[in-house]
C-alpha cells in the first residue's frame, strides 16, 4: 500500500472512530433519558474538531493520488503500444534438444537476431520476489471498531429514574403508623376512635463509584482509534455497569419472598401465577401507588421465554417473546405487566418491583484528566454518586424457580 494511501485509511478511520464515539455518547444519554452532560459535550465537540482537521488534510492526499491514478493509466496505455511492438517475442523458451541449442548459439554468434533473442530469453535467470523478502514494507492494518462486550444499559435503574442527590448524606421520612377512623360507639357523645400518626425517618448516604487509568503521552498520540476516547468510553460503561449491579444486588438482598416455583419443568399458568401473586404483595404494600414491572436476570430469558412465546391461542397472557430480539431493557410483557432484563442482576433473579417502594439517587461526575508531566502521561479518571433507598421490602417480591 502506498504511503498516501495508508494515510488516507488512517484518516478515514480516524473519522469512523470519531464519529463512532459521538454516537456512544449520544445513544448513552438517550437511554438514560437526558442530555448531554458537559464532559459528554466536550468529548463530542473534541471529536466534532478532529474530523474537521481529517477532511482537511484529506483533500492535498485525496489530489495527489487522483493524479497518481491518472498518470499510471496514461503508462499503462503506452505500455500496451509498446507491447504491441514486442508481440512476436516469446515469453518463454524450451529447447526439444542440445543439439537445437547448440544450433542457435552458432547462428546467435553468427549476428541472426531470433537466435539471439531465443537464447537471450532461455538464460535468463527471473528473480522471484514474494512478501517474505520485504516485510519492512508490509504494513499491519487495523481493522476497526474495536471489539468490546460490555452491556453499558441500566434498565432498572433508568425504569427507576434516577432522582439528584441533594448532599452527601440525608434523611427519608415513611409514615409507620397511620391516623384511624371507625364507625361511632352506640349512642349519641360517645367518644369517637383516636390514633395518633408516627412518621420515623431513615438516613440515606451517597456511595462514590469510579475508576482511573493512567495513560502514556505516547500511547495518546500513536494510538489508531484514540487510545483516551477508547479508555473514558470505557470507564463510562463500566461505571454504568457496576451502579446497575450494585442496585440489583441490594433489591434481591432485600427483597420479600413471593412464590417458589416447584422443581421440574414449569407451565405457563404456573409461571403467571406466580407473577399475579407477587403483584397482589407489591399491591398490598404499596396499596397501589407508583408503577410495577418485571425484572429478570440474562439467563432466566430461557425459562420465561420459551413458555410465553410470540405463538399463542387467543387464551394467551402474553404477546410472547422473541429470542432474536433480546438485549438489556424491555422484552415485551406478561398479564400487562412489562417484562425487562437486566445485565445488572444475578443468575436465577425474578422480581417484580414498585417504583413506589424504591427511589434512586444519583449525581455523575464524568470524566476528570490531570497531565503529570514528570512521567510525560494523562491520569484520567471517571466517577459519580450512586445510591438507592428501599421504602419498603414488600414492593419488591423475589420469584424463585429451583432447579
Known amino acids: 500500500m502506498r504511503a ?36 459528554e459535550l466536550e468529548l463530542a465537540e473534541r471529536a466534532r474538531d478532529r474530523i474537521n482537521v481529517c477532511n482537511t488534510n484529506m483533500i492535498p492526499l485525496e489530489e495527489s493520488r487522483k493524479i497518481s491514478i491518472d498518470s ?57 520476489q514474494t512478501t517474505a523478502d520485504n516485510p519492512g514494507l508490509l504494513p499491519t492494518p487495523i481493522v476497526e471498531p474495536v471489539i468490546n462486550f460490555i452491556d453499558t444499559a441500566r434498565p432498572i435503574t433508568t425504569w427507576l429514574g434516577p432522582r439528584q442527590i441533594p448532599s452527601n448524606s440525608w434523611t427519608r421520612p415513611k409514615v409507620t403508623q397511620h391516623t384511624n377512623v371507625a364507625v361511632q360507639p352506640t349512642g349519641e357523645k360517645n367518644e369517637l376512635v383516636s390514633q395518633k400518626m408516627t412518621i420515623s425517618k431513615t438516613a440515606v448516604t451517597a456511595q ?35 451502579t446497575e449491579a450494585a442496585l440489583g444486588t441490594a433489591l434481591v438482598a432485600g427483597a420479600t419472598a413471593g412464590t417458589t416455583i416447584p422443581t421440574g419443568a414449569p407451565t405457563a399458568a404456573a409461571l403467571a401465577g406466580a407473577l399475579w401473586a407477587a403483584t397482589a404483595t407489591v399491591y398490598s404494600t404499596t396499596k397501589g401507588q407508583g408503577r410495577v414491572a418485571f425484572f429478570i ?47 445488572g442482576l444475578a443468575a436465577g433473579t425474578n422480581l417484580v418491583i414498585s417504583s413506589a417502594a424504591v427511589e434512586v439517587y444519583e449525581d455523575r461526575i464524568g470524566s476528570l484528566q490531570v497531565v503529570e508531566p514528570s512521567v510525560l502521561g ?15 421490602a414488600g414492593g419488591v417480591v423475589k420469584i424463585v424457580k429451583t432447579p
Open 4 to 39: 498516501t494511501d495508508s494515510m488516507l485509511t488512517a484518516y478515514v478511520a480516524e473519522i469512523e472512530e470519531k464519529q463512532q464515539l459521538i454516537d456512544t455518547l449520544v445513544e448513552t444519554a438517550q437511554k438514560e433519558g437526558r442530555d448531554l452532560d458537559p464532559k
Open 208 to 242: 462514590t463509584y469510579g475508576g482511573y487509568v493512567n495513560v502514556s503521552r505516547q500511547d495518546i498520540d500513536w494510538s489508531t482509534p484514540s487510545i483516551m476516547d477508547l479508555v473514558i468510553t470505557d470507564l463510562a460503561a463500566q461505571y454504568g455497569s457496576t
Open 297 to 343: 436476570s440474562p439467563d432466566m430469558l430461557g425459562l420465561w421465554g420459551q413458555l410465553f412465546a410470540p405463538v399463542n391461542p387467543v387464551t394467551a397472557q402474553s404477546a410472547g417473546f422473541e429470542a432474536a430480539n433480546f438485549g438489556s431493557g424491555l422484552m415485551g410483557a406478561i398479564s400487562g405487566i412489562p417484562t425487562y432484563m437486566s445485565a
Open 378 to 392: 494523562v491520569q484520567v479518571a471517571y466517577a459519580g454518586y450512586y445510591t438507592w433507598w428501599i421504602a419498603d
Open 72 to 128: 499510471a493509466e496514461r503508462i499503462a496505455e503506452i505500455a500496451k503500444h509498446m507491447a504491441a511492438v514486442d508481440k512476436e517475442k516469446p515469453a518463454e523458451i524450451e529447447y526439444r534438444s542440445a543439439g537445437q541449442y547448440v544450433l542457435d548459439y552458432w547462428k546467435g554468434s553468427l549476428g541472426a537476431s531470433e537466435a539471439m533473442q531465443r537464447l537471450d530469453t532461455y538464460n535468463r535467470a527471473a528473480a522471484h
